[in-house]
């Protein structure tokens, strides 16, 4: 049977899309889960039983792990909490096994609460032994404790109820436990492609940047610890279910360096990955079942290997060998090019900030900040007027990015204070000072790296709280629909940017000029009042810094008030209207550009001063 | 210091460039240091002055360029192995070790050296030149003031006993006060006949302090001549202010 | 009054070991900026390697130890040199590699010696001293004094001596210890070995008091680690406090609370470590997002 030829030649294009190549895959995968019970043995479907158990463990480790970059060392005591709540409540209090189930499940959520409240202070590895440290008191509690029966363990755990099916079988077992699993995964993947996944890749990306993005760090935290608690507990239930009988053995540190050793061969900032390396490794676990030190030495060697050369994982190799290939056959550049800038739609400083032209927008008041000792601020008062573009300028060391960083909320001012259209923002947190309306750049690039140009984008455009997110349980469609409004938005404005070409790149792989247009759109996208700029002028040539020009004096006609620190002097006369010129942290001058060039004062800031002899008249030079 | 052996090297760059991520710091910038000779590099920020003596040290990678020393090629020299060619070196923002005691990151910096009598002699002649060094010898080095940590900065570069000292804006967060100190202080090491490479954004100390200067602008040497003439030039002015 | 005396002395040589655990921990930490968590591993194989030396081969104990202490030193310069294209750069990943390591290192316990275990006799066969009714073993003094020689000879090392001076120095600043001729490379694999000598020396005195077995490192290495923070890393004194904080912490709660000292233990110092990230003589952990 032929097809008409319209037909014929659209199919290959759609065949190599990645998208339908992605879920073709997946539809395969499923199918295959699906009909697997039926391949299988006794022996092998108790495997696949464990297997699936611990790629929902996984899951949960990849989700706080990889995609928000907490360490947690304690999941192998949620996935515990989870089954001796339910051994418990069912054995000891006579609870039916699904209203344990229930019970169970807020149990390990209250945990994920308390093991999470650290990593609100402390992160990396001080993180890693708090978590760590936890799950070994978790493990001596339940070795110890009489409700537990300590090395015993407890028996007699029911199996869950069901009509009609007897769950008894572990091969029916199994089809419950995947339905967990495709459940989980499916959510787990919803919220990594929606902006709460996206919020928490930024913070582990750039916790700074993200912050001043709006990104409501210590919140997202406790989500991410919570999740994957859930996820833990959920295994846990599952297991005990399963089993009908649980020992502390089954929850001990070997059994959490394994599932570490599981999201990390497999990979772990890929959903897919942590699967995929529960799989393998139970697989491994179980066929070396007589070997296990063998197979301990194993992974973790294994471990290190990959850490050390291939952190992406299991699943990134494919990706890494594609770029080798790419690389040896020489198609190295991309044809991807920045398109010109799109002027955005004029508009005055009061509809963006509901501040008159030339009325001051932001007051900065006696502000001190100190850094062991050193007065890097010394009583800065200053005031940016709405709609003017404030320049910023002074020698190495002056002050200037301590002011933003103060004014961002990165650092308390020690003294003075700051004021944002009459309300304080002095002591703010990053986040805060971004809903309040200031977005800014970094003098060093702070773009979110594994992250795509798109994603980066959408991190700023979306203004929510972080609380709005109870809408992933209870309203996912409405997640569904903010986010495409997002991405539409997104697509308009790298566009209007001129970056719709590398809407899908990542920022390492892009030109320096188009990295620094990126960030500038991306401090855009939050629709602030007050945009800050850090030295946006850096390493850019002369054609780049004349669209630089081009570009803040279009962001000021549509509303927005611009302060940019800058040492290209050519760049702020033409730019800048007003000109605050700062020194060892106090302000020396003030006024129109062309006056503070010729205030002597400035000029002995940046030439020094002669000790030897009073300064020569000038003479013109070769 | 003043029985230093004085070696036949001449510093030579050629075409110098230096790449972060993505951009060129320095695009090429080409110049020599003879021995005995002070020479300045001053700019302003971004120029690629510190960009330069760090990718001079090994410090950063150099994208392009021939660095000699002497007869020595400088491109396969580490990092860690130039204070035994005899260039010393003074980070910017000072760096001292600041758990140490005074005395003892001076005598850090001859640890290429034995320590041995001629170190203890050395030592002395440092504290000759810097008296407030010798009477803080024992205090921790991040208790020092600003001056005092510069001085100190300064001082262990010269435990070594370079023929070349680089210094990379040693004036930076200095009062003028202080300023002028490490105008003298340079003025005599330059009259011991110490070669000085100094970069420096305050243009005023580097004319003081030098007898040659390349001004660089955007990672390129924009003008060059002797300090005395480039005092008087106000295209200096003009690269620094922009007016 | 009796029995809290009797507590008091188990505690402050439990102490004496932490101290050298957290010691170990503090030097590798400061210098590299690496949390070891392959230290608690690395402790095991000292025990086991120095219980092998004077029990099977007959060494006497003071020629055991030492020996132990060299064969685990060259484990870790190996450890160091596989983990050292992460140094400094990604931290998360870097901690991941040293439980790989640690992992690894256990698997070869199990291989070389079985997961049995082994107990470890008393060294020291003199009756125990007597003062006032409480009894305080000869090897508990053994090993007090056995700390507070290497303490002083770490102290010594660090402050009279060239390579000792290096390694702060590298510590402190990196970039000037090169300008200064210093080889980082080289002073960060010294300060691992000596780190992993300490846990070895840590691991041999303890066998004796404990049991020992391939899973005695966990909660050794944890209890070594929160000493080390609590006394903030770094310094000598505080590894001194913080070792001997926990040991007395920890054995006091093991005579009120039976089995769940590890668990009151750990409770106590994660509280003290949100209350203070400092530790008392150290470094600032939080930051503001």
Known sequence: ?622 | ?243 | MQSFFQTLVSGLSFGAVYALVALGFSLVYRTMGLVNFAHGAVLMIGAYVASTFYLSARLPFAVAVPAAMAVTAAIGLVIERVLRPLENKDFDLMLIGTIGAGTVLQAAAILTWSSAGRGVNSPVQTAPLDIGGVRIPGYNILVIAVTAVAMAALTLFLQRTRQGAAMQAVAMDHEAATAVGIHVGRSNAISFAIGAALAALAGALVGPMLYVSPTMGDSLGIDGFAAAILGGFGSVPGAIIGGLGIGVIGSFAAQQFQGYSDLVTFVVFTVLVMIRPTGIFGERTVNRA
């Open chain 1, 1 to 622: 049977m032929s097809l008409p030829s319209s037909l014929a030649s659209s199919l290959p294009s759609a065949a190599r899309s990645p998208r339908a190549a992605r879920l073709g895959g997946l539809a395969v995968l499923a199918v295959a889960a699906w009909l697997l019970p039926y391949q299988l043995n006794v022996y092998w479907i108790s495997v696949a039983d464990i297997a699936v158990l611990f790629a929902l463990l996984a899951v949960g480790m990849g989700l706080v792990m990889g995609i928000a970059g907490q360490v947690n060392l304690a999941q192998i005591a949620f996935y515990g909490v989870g089954a001796y709540t339910t051994a418990i409540l069912t054995t000891r209090d006579g609870f039916g096994f699904w209203t344990a189930a229930a019970v169970a499940m807020i149990a390990t959520a209250l945990t994920g609460i308390v093991v999470g409240t650290p990593a609100l202070r402390v992160q990396s590895h001080y993180l890693g032994i708090v978590t760590l440290g936890l799950a070994v008191a978790f493990i001596d509690w339940i070795t110890n404790a009489p409700v537990t029966n300590g090395d015993s363990g407890i028996s007699g755990i029911p199996t869950p109820p069901l009509p009609g099916i007897d769950l008894s079988s572990q091969y029916l077992y199994y089809y419950l436990e995947l339905i967990v699993l495709a459940g989980g995964l499916a959510f787990g993947l919803f919220v990594v492609h929606t902006p709460l996944g996206r919020r928490m890749r930024a913070m582990r990306d750039d916790p700074l940047a993200a912050s001043a993005a709006g990104t409501e760090i210590r919140q997202l935290r406790m989500i991410a610890f919570v999740l994957a608690s859930v996820y833990g507990g959920a295994a846990g239930v599952l297991y005990a279910g399963m089993i009908g009988y649980i020992a502390p053995e089954t929850f001990s540190i070997a059994d959490m360096f394994l599932l570490l050793a599981m999201v990390i061969i497999g990979g772990r900032r890929s959903l897919a990955g942590c699967v995929t390396g529960a799989v393998v490794l139970t697989i491994v676990q179980q066929e070396l079942i007589n070997l296990a030190a063998y197979a301990q030495l194993g992974y973790g060697l294994v471990v290190v290997l990959v850490v050390v050369f291939a952190p992406a994982g299991l699943v990134g190799i494919p990706g890494r060998l594609a770029a080798r290939y790419r690389r040896w056959r020489g198609h190295t550049a991309t044809s991807a090019a920045l398109e010109p800038f799109q002027p955005l739609p004029a508009a005055t400083p009061v509809a963006a900030s509901g501040v008159a032209p030339g009325e001051p927008l932001l007051e900065v008041s006696h502000l001190v900040r100190r850094f062991r000792g050193v007065l890097a601020l010394d009583d800065v008062s200053l005031t940016v007027r709405a709609g003017e573009i404030l320049g910023v300028v002074g020698p190495n060391g002056s002050g200037k990015t301590t002011l933003f960083n103060v004014i961002s909320g990165f650092y308390r001012p020690h003294g003075g204070s700051i004021a944002l259209n009459g309300q304080v923002i002095s002591g703010a947190r990053p986040s805060q000072v971004s809903r309040l309306g200031v977005a800014r750049t970094f003098q060093h690039l702070r773009l979110f790296g594994n992250l795509t140009a798109a994603d980066n984008m959408l991190v700023s455009l979306d203004r929510t709280r972080t609380w709005w997110s109870w809408r992933y349980l209870c309203h996912p469609a409405g997640v569904w629909r903010y986010d495409r409004r997002l991405k539409r938005r997104a697509a308009e404005l790298l566009a209007g940017f001129g970056l719709a070409q590398f809407a899908g790149a990542l920022p390492g792989t892009l030109p320096y000029g188009t990295q620094r247009r990126l960030e500038m759109a991306r401090a855009i996208a939050s629709s602030p009042r007050l945009l800050l700029l850090d030295e946006p002028a850096a390493g850019l040539n002369g054609e780049e810094r004349a669209q630089l020009a081009a570009i803040v004096r279009s962001v000021r006609d549509s509303g927005v008030t611009v302060v940019l620190i800058e040492h290209n002097m050519g760049l702020v006369m033409s730019l800048c209207e007003r000109v605050i010129v700062l020194d060892s942290g106090s302000v020396i001058a003030e006024g129109l550009p062309a006056q503070v060039s010729r205030d002597p004062a400035v000029l002995e800031a940046y030439l020094g001063k002669s000790a030897l002899r009073a300064p020569q008249a000038t003479e013109a030079g070769p």
């Open chain 2, 1 to 243: 210091m003043r029985d230093r052996a004085m070696r036949d090297g001449a510093l030579t760059v050629s075409n110098l460039a230096v790449r972060y991520g993505g951009v060129w710091a320095v695009r090429s910038v080409s110049f020599t240091v003879a021995p005995g000779q002070s020479v300045g590099l001053i700019g302003a920020n971004g120029a690629g002055k510190t960009s330069t003596l760090r990718a001079l040290m090994g410090l950063v990678p150099r994208a392009e360029g021939e660095l000699r020393f002497g007869d020595r090629d400088l491109s396969r020299v580490p990092a860690r192995h130039m204070v035994r060619l005899g260039i010393g070196y003074v980070p910017e923002g000072r760096h001292v070790f600041p758990g140490l005691s005074v005395e003892k990151n001076l005598l850090l910096g001859a640890y290429a050296r034995r320590w041995d009598g001629t170190t203890r002699d050395t030592l002395g002649s440092i504290y000759d030149l810097f008296p407030v060094l010798a009477a803080m010898r024992g205090r921790l080095a991040g208790a020092l003031s600003g001056g005092q940590q510069q001085m100190l900065a300064i001082g262990r570069a010269l435990m070594a006993r370079p023929t070349l000292l680089l210094l990379d804006e040693p004036s930076m967060g200095l009062s003028p006060k202080l300023v002028e100190v490490i105008g003298e202080t340079l003025r005599r090491l330059r009259d011991d006949g110490l070669s000085l490479l100094l970069v420096e954004q305050n243009a005023m100390l580097t004319f003081e302090a030098t007898t040659d200067c390349l001004v660089l602008e955007n990672g390129e040497i924009a003008l060059s001549g002797t300090a005395a003439e480039l005092s008087r030039n106000s295209r200096v002015r003009s690269i620094y202010i922009g007016l």
